[in-house]
């Protein structure tokens, strides 16, 4: 069985400041890991995704993740932050092992991002 | 490009009463979902196909049922709503082989009192 592991349901950063967003997951076999954005009352956008090619995966709005296969982590990074960084993120796995990437998705509880001025 | 698209966007039920969720994608993806978001549980798997005609159950299946006549279409149907179904409901897509990501459509908040 999957899972995905979260730290932290709420991140405060400032404007300029470096946004990190943990994420650790288990996963049986050599997994798919996303990570989306959802802004208020929207549904979930893709930010970036690791489909076992590059271990540093760049995204859209200037995030990039890190796999690290040693510490079952993907966290999610972004040098500078904007006010348009406050939203809610979501780390997601799949078991590509088995299955296509975009399937039977495994979810983590979400960080939300606020940025202060 | 539509994409998935949900209706309706909200949605106030009584508890015993029951509804359908209407999904709808336009990219010919074979693989369709449904999932719940509560908070501080991200979302969750209730049903998925893998076609037109296939489905099966995901994490938190009760309450809930499926079905998939067409290829664009997987309507989530609620038979008799309880407050604990009060969730955001999200629709998504994508491919059955291959990297690429799944779509969600814009959700649909359910409140059931």
């Known amino acids: 069985a999957q899972s995905v592991t979260q730290l932290g349901s709420h991140v405060s950063v400032s404007e300029g400041a470096l946004v990190l967003l943990r994420c650790n997951y288990s996963?049986?076999?050599?997994?798919?890991l996303f990570w989306y954005v959802q802004y208020p009352n929207q549904g979930l956008q893709l930010l970036l995704k690791y489909t076992s090619a590059a271990t540093l995966v760049k995204g859209i709005n200037g995030f990039e993740a890190e796999f690290k296969k040693s510490e079952t982590s993907f966290h999610l990074t972004k040098p500078s932050a904007h006010m348009s960084d406050a939203a809610e993120y979501f780390c997601a796995v799949s078991d590509g092992g088995l299955r296509a990437a975009g399937n039977k998705l495994t979810f983590g509880g979400g960080t939300r991002v606020l940025v202060k001025p | 490009n539509a994409g998935v698209t949900q209706t309706p966007k909200f949605q106030v039920l009584k508890t015993g009463q029951s509804m359908t969720l209407q999904c709808a994608q336009d990219?010919?993806?074979?693989?369709m979902s449904w999932y719940r978001q509560d908070p501080g549980m991200g979302l969750r798997l209730i049903h998925y196909s893998v076609g037109a005609g296939i489905t099966d159950q995901g994490e938190v299946p009760n309450g809930y049922n499926v079905s998939r006549s067409t290829t664009e279409d997987f309507p989530l149907r609620l038979l008799s709503a309880a407050p604990s179904q009060t969730s955001v409901y999200f629709c998504?897509?994508?491919?059955?082989?291959?990297?690429?990501?799944?779509?969600f459509g814009q959700g649909t908040r359910l409140t059931v009192v």
């Open positions: 998504a897509s994508s491919t059955l082989t291959g990297t690429g990501e799944a779509f």
């Open positions: 996963s049986s076999v050599p997994p798919y």
């Open positions: 990219m010919n993806h074979e693989y």
